[in-house]
């Protein structure tokens, strides 16, 4: 069973930056892991996304080159840098894992943790 545990969220100004960790215990053949975000009174969307085996890294258009996803030395932890915030970041941030190779949907993702908060105020 994979369990992710996420933390680093909390309020920072616009322009400030966050960084975000998973924590997973996981088994070997878990193909992908992302994080996901959903705001209040919307769906839960894309944020980024990296192959576990390879590093390969993909991000929604809102977060390029302002957020990084990458993999700890432990090779159970990812983390998701975020700078030059701005307001509409502003959600519950997720952690996910999962064995497709289809990156972007929440369906194709198997376990979730609990999320963190994140708000950036103006």
């Known amino acids: 069973q994979v369990q992710l545990v996420e933390s680093g969220g909390g309020s920072v100004q616009a322009g400030g930056s966050l960084r975000l960790s998973c924590a997973a215990s996981f088994i070997s053949d878990v193909y992908i892991m992302g994080w996901f975000r959903r705001a209040p009174g919307k769906e839960r969307e894309f944020v980024a996304a990296?192959?576990?085996?390879?590093?390969?890294?993909s991000y929604a258009d809102s977060v390029k080159g302002r957020f990084t996803i990458s993999r700890g030395n432990a090779k159970n932890t990812i983390f998701l840098q975020m700078n030059s915030l701005k307001p509409e970041d502003t959600a519950v941030y997720y952690c996910a894992a999962g064995y497709s190779r289809n990156y972007d949907a929440p369906a194709n993702y198997n376990y979730w943790g609990q999320g963190t908060q994140v708000t950036v105020s103006s």
């Open positions: 990296i192959t576990w085996r390879t590093g390969s890294t």
